[in-house]
């Protein structure tokens, strides 16, 4: 199953420019970097014209490895001229897509860790993380 992502032309250009040949994800999400650079390349003719004109987003379908192998190549700070929010933005959409695929996934909490309920029992935790962070730099610097 493949979840479609929707690029405009600047972020294809950015993820062709920095996907490679010899990109293969990981051992648990292996990709097929050629197929996912033929993805991105026929976007990249379709929404990058020679006439520099600005066209609508382009669909191109991913598998959740290629998801993930592209969420790698995106930086928060990713920054055009135009747009200082680039990375930001592009990983939202990112982060939707993986978000779909593990919809299912149940995550736990680590041991020993309580789920904060509400806004003064989060002010509590964070009070009491202070002081133990207080403690910890009073006792590391005599």
């Given at each position: 199953m493949n979840e479609l992502l929707h690029l405009n032309r600047d972020e294809i250009m950015v993820l062709t420019d920095r996907v490679q040949n010899t990109d293969g994800g990981t051992d648990?999400?292996?990709?097929?970097?050629?197929?996912?650079?033929?993805?991105?390349?026929s976007a990249y003719l379709e929404a990058v014209t020679l006439d520099g004109v600005k066209?609508?987003?382009?669909?191109?379908?991913?598998t959740e490895a290629e998801a993930w192998?592209?969420?790698?190549?995106v930086s928060s700070s990713d920054k055009m001229a135009t747009d200082p929010l680039f990375g930001v933005k592009l990983l939202r959409k990112l982060y939707e897509i993986l978000e779909r695929y593990n919809a299912g996934l149940e995550l736990h909490v680590a041991e020993g860790?309580?789920?904060e309920r509400d806004a003064q029992s989060i002010k509590e935790?964070?009070?009491r993380w202070q002081e133990s962070q207080d403690g910890?730099?009073?006792q590391n610097n005599p």
């Open positions: 648990e999400k292996r990709v097929q970097p050629y197929d996912l650079l033929l993805k991105l390349g066209g609508p987003e382009i669909p191109v379908a991913v192998l592209l969420r790698s190549k860790v309580r789920e935790a964070l009070a910890r730099t009073s």
